[in-house]
């Protein structure tokens, strides 16, 4: 059983990397679109999802490699934290 567990694991941090590359070209490709995205009211939500998914996948990680789930853990609650205060700020200064 935990053979499986840790093959989901994988698999959802593989689906996580492809989608990572994937919004980071069109990042790269399209810098003007994700800015403006980035600034949308409704749009803006959708970025700390990246933070969110650290944090979950680090839970996963934990019975697997407790290094591998720290660091996960920590970039994830920096960006969760990134994100935050840029949605805080831009909800009390621009609405």
């Given amino acids: 059983m935990k053979l499986v567990g840790a093959g989901l694991t994988y698999l959802s941090t593989l689906i996580f990397c492809l989608f990572l590359v994937i919004y980071l070209t069109k990042t790269v490709k399209y810098w003007n679109q994700v800015k403006t995205e980035f600034h949308h009211s409704v749009k803006s939500n959708f970025f700390p999802t990246i933070s969110i998914s650290l944090l979950l996948l680090s839970i996963a ?30 909800r009390f200064i621009f609405l």
């Fill in 61 to 90: 990680y934990s019975s697997i490699n407790q290094t591998v789930a720290y660091f996960m853990w920590l970039i994830g609650t920096i960006l969760r934290f990134v994100f935050l205060i840029r949605i805080l700020i831009y």
